[in-house]
């Protein structure tokens, strides 16, 4: 390839990446920008199948699939399915870096109500160790839908920073307001799904088809600006961040019920990958019924 034509695909490619950006709105849904989902849920879940139907409240929670881009220094995450509007936990953990920990401590920032060190002693796969988390929970605060998120480092020896990021309410662009937010994260939720996984409790169900969901876009300097590839861990937890449901990304094998108590749950001991990952301009490969996940560059 000549000079002239290897600068006419590098303008192409980066034009073709701008589009992906421009292309995507943070409204809690998987637009075309996202491309196809990177994995799929396979378990029925054990928290409740949402029936209601509409963008802010939902009587149940499932993880349906995932949706990834990175553009213009910035993670778009899209988590298909519904958080129960009882303040049911979404929980995100990010392993970006060296370090992290593969046990979680008891001695993290205290968040949400100290709910990170509520979780200390989960444990999770051999080759996963997170150096960042993002939770949040929505409800009726008084006057309508509004969901409450936090942030925090996982220093490998504990401590770091963390902090309330703030509130927003259902399928808005709006920043996160009334926390401390200074990589300027943004995060919503469409509830909207009535399709997906069924109420099984983990019988063998699938999330295929949903884009609807949580939302986030993360600054990659919130997540310790990655260069390459990173993995996602994903799961519903109680409103007290007390008890994990059988909703995780990557999956679990079809038959597993609700995991209780965080304190008793370690991953390693379950088949599967219970994280995915994330390379760039995410692309799907093929699902194994554990939820197994590997993404490649375009």
């Given at each position: ?98 370090g992290g920990q593969n046990v979680l401590r008891a001695d993290n920032p205290n968040v949400d109500f100290d709910g990170l060190n509520r979780q200390s002693g989960l444990k ?76 099984s409790g983990g019988g063998a169900s699938s999330g295929a088809g949903v884009t609807t969901g949580a939302e986030f876009a993360i600054p990659l300097s919130a997540i310790g ?74």
């Amino acid at each position: 390839m000549n000079k002239a034509t290897a600068l006419l695909a590098s303008g192409l490619l980066l034009s073709s990446l701008a589009g992906v950006a421009s292309a995507i709105t943070l409204d809690g849904t998987a637009e075309a920008g996202y491309g196809a989902a990177i994995v799929t849920q396979t378990v029925g879940t054990g928290f409740g199948d949402s029936n209601l139907g509409v963008v802010d409240y939902a009587n149940g929670s499932e993880l349906d699939g995932v949706y990834a881009s990175i553009s213009g220094g910035t993670l778009y995450l899209l988590l298909a399915g519904n958080v129960e509007s009882n303040y049911n936990k979404l929980e995100v953990y990010f392993d970006t870096k060296a370090g992290g920990q593969n046990v979680l401590r008891a001695d993290n920032p205290n968040v949400d109500f100290d709910g990170l060190n509520r979780q200390s002693g989960l444990k999770f796969d051999a080759g996963f160790s997170p150096d960042y988390y993002i939770t949040f929970g929505g409800g009726y605060d008084g006057s309508g839908y509004r969901l409450f998120a936090n942030y925090a480092e996982l220093a490998t020896g504990g401590g770091g920073a963390g902090y309330y990021l703030g509130s927003n309410t259902a399928v808005t662009n709006a920043p996160l307001g009334g926390g401390t937010n200074p990589d300027n994260i943004g995060i919503t939720i469409n509830n909207s799904n009535t399709a997906g996984v069924n109420g099984s409790g983990g019988g063998a169900s699938s999330g295929a088809g949903v884009t609807t969901g949580a939302e986030f876009a993360i600054p990659l300097s919130a997540i310790g600006n990655p260069s390459g590839c990173f993995t996602v861990c994903a799961f519903i937890n109680g409103s007290g961040h007390d008890y994990l449901a059988n909703q995780v990304l990557g999956g679990l094998p079809v038959g597993t019920g609700n995991l209780g108590d965080p304190h008793n749950v370690d991953f390693s001991q379950i088949a599967g990958n219970q994280y995915f990952s994330v390379c760039g301009q995410a692309t799907p490969t093929h699902t194994t019924t554990w939820g197994q996940l590997k993404s490649s560059y375009r």
